[in-house]
């Protein structure tokens, strides 16, 4: 559901219309575009203005390795301690600071990233912990809060857009890594039209399928009617449902009109092979692809495939050197394209794994201290804060928790953390409560 101006930040006036045509005007101006004064047209003609304003537009790309990746084979190697696990630890660009020798690409880039060493959450359950992490706040009883892609598509989505504003990429839509989040709860008071688009498998080839069934002419006379009696009935009523339904229409419509993008086998085979077979490498490729292309937020999945409780180490070291490669060509790309200043990338799980290793010869889940990865647009580069203790048991001083997570993320793509709403019936709230503070280290 569309918010009315009584759920915006206070102070905030209810369309984005004053502000978008300012940017752009002012973009424009700074990129040499040529426009009627009395038209905008004329800039996004312009090749030089479309282009410099696609790169200035920000964007979002989220790694979600669900399940939760050891920390200790990632990001944070313990070596010589009982809680290392058998893999060694390899200096990276960063003076001092070891990655785990799964990931010689990420060591060799480490001074384009940022690692964040003192994670220290609340919940050690996945459906818990998920909704955590997604959704940057505890629970509230009677609010359902959206998640990070709701709101990112709500603050930085493109109107009028025919790329979605927040694509879910799966390997398998319809599976489990999402269990907790039911139709529409992606998306919280929002409403449908902020919840994501989710492809992937075989979900992917309904987009032609779509486009394909029908010739033009007959789609555009049967779209213009069916949009004449929702839009109709749903002024009439009232109808949230309505709203929703035509909402839906309107994202198949700009998903049938950009198929293509969505084209995994149209892309340059060197940057398939480059990025590596597997589903989640070649989602993470495409992600690189819409992103180019306008889209402000994608998050890539990949299941439960982290939840390690059982030979934690053979798994991880199938998925730890995938991940290596992906983020290495992703961080790589985007700089190159000039996109990196402009574009947020973040790889994390729901929590980390534990020091000590079961008798499945796994590790079992663990919030209290663990670690992930940031960088790119409002962000330094370099930067490995927070630490542990001797065997990574616990965090030592300075602890940071999913709200200081959601405070970074908005802070660093330019949106107030601290808007303030009011929903009918409910004590006001924040987009991030308790005026948690974004972690300064990685801030520009």
Not at 24 to 45: C, M, P, Y
Not at 136 to 157: C, K, Q, W, Y
Not at 198 to 207: A, N, Q, T, V, W
Not at 270 to 296: I, M, V
């Amino acid at each position: 559901m569309q918010p009315d101006s009584s759920f915006l930040p206070v102070g905030k006036c209810p369309t984005n219309e004053h502000t978008l045509h300012r940017r752009l005007f002012l973009k424009g101006l700074a990129g040499g575009a040529l426009a009627s004064v009395t038209s905008f047209a004329g800039l996004f003609q312009n090749p030089l203005f479309a282009e410099a304003t696609m790169k200035a537009q920000k964007r979002c790309i989220l790694l979600w390795l669900c399940g939760g990746p050891s920390q200790f084979e990632t990001w944070y190697p313990k070596p010589g301690r009982p809680t290392s696990g058998p893999f060694g630890h390899i200096p990276t660009k960063i003076p001092g600071i070891h990655f785990s020798s799964l990931m010689p690409q990420c060591a060799r880039i480490a001074d384009k990233l940022n690692i964040v060493r003192n994670m220290k959450t609340a919940q050690p359950e996945h459906l818990q912990a998920i909704n955590l992490m997604q959704r940057g706040n505890p629970d509230r009883a009677g609010f359902t809060r959206p998640t990070l892609g709701s709101v990112l598509a709500h603050e930085i989505g493109q109107l009028n857009s025919p790329i979605p504003n927040f694509i879910l990429l799966d390997p398998i839509p319809g599976g489990n890594e999402f269990e907790g989040f039911k139709a529409g709860d992606f998306a919280g008071w929002l409403g449908a039209k902020y919840s994501p688009v989710r492809l992937g498998g075989d979900y992917s080839k309904l987009l032609n399928a779509a486009s394909d069934a029908l010739p033009q002419h007959d789609l555009e006379s049967r779209e213009t009617l069916r949009q004449f009696l929702t839009e109709k009935f749903e002024r009439a009523r009232n109808s949230t449902v309505a709203r929703s339904e035509n909402n839906a229409f309107e994202r198949m419509k700009g998903l049938a009109a950009s198929a293509d993008l969505f084209d995994l086998n149209k892309l340059p085979a060197k940057d398939r092979e480059r990025y590596g077979p597997g589903s989640f490498a070649q989602h993470a490729l495409l992600s690189r692809h819409l992103a180019e292309h306008g889209a402000p937020f994608v998050m890539v999945a990949n299941g439960m495939n982290w939840d390690n409780h059982v030979f934690q180490h053979e798994i991880h070291q199938m998925l730890v050197p995938e991940l290596d490669r992906v983020l290495f060509n992703l961080i790589t790309d985007l700089e190159e394209r000039g996109m990196l200043d402009s574009t947020l990338v973040i790889a994390m799980g729901e929590f980390g794994r534990t020091p000590w290793i079961n008798p499945a010869r796994g590790r079992d889940h663990y919030p209290t201290a663990w670690s992930f990865m940031m960088t790119g647009c409002g962000l330094k580069r370099g930067v490995v804060t927070g630490e542990t203790d001797i065997d990574g048991v616990d965090v030592v001083g300075t602890a940071h928790n999913e709200q200081n997570l959601f405070a970074t993320i908005f802070t660093a793509l330019g949106i107030n953390p601290y808007a303030e709403y009011d929903l009918p019936g409910l004590p006001t709230f924040h987009r991030v409560e308790n005026k948690a503070e974004p972690i300064r280290d990685l801030l520009a």
